[in-house]
């Protein structure tokens, strides 16, 4: 009797100490900026979640580290490099013009060929 007691005494401390450790451990989390400033920690994070397979696309530390690489890799959107469009033809105007219809002399008509 003496050792079911004691279990459930084990399980109950077990218990109440697993909610406050899970939270600290939540709250220690590295976060997207965390992670970008890092490279060592973003790289660490990427392979644990590598390793966790199928798991990962559940897990918000992959999610957090998902986003820190797409940044990494991507940018902010303002990009650093933006070369001048590419002229193909550069000897055309930069506006078309229509041609103006010559007004000296009327157009020929021919008769058909036949």
């Not at 279990?7 to 909610?19: E, L, M």
């Not at 890092?38 to 992959?62: F, I, S, T």
């Amino acid at each position: 009797m003496k050792t079911r007691a004691l279990v459930t005494a084990v399980a109950a401390a077990a218990v109440v100490t697993a909610g406050p450790i899970a939270l600290l451990a939540r709250a220690a989390d590295p976060t997207v900026e965390q992670l970008l400033a890092d490279h060592a920690l973003l790289r660490q994070e990427l392979d644990r979640c590598r390793d966790l397979g199928m798991k990962a696309v559940d897990d918000p530390r992959c999610t957090v580290a998902d986003e820190a690489e797409r940044r990494r890799f991507m940018g902010n959107g303002a990009g650093q490099y933006n070369p001048p469009p590419v002229n193909i033809f550069p000897n055309t105007p930069d506006k078309l013009i229509p041609a103006q219809p010559s007004q000296t002399a009327p157009p020929k008509t021919e008769p058909p060929h036949g």
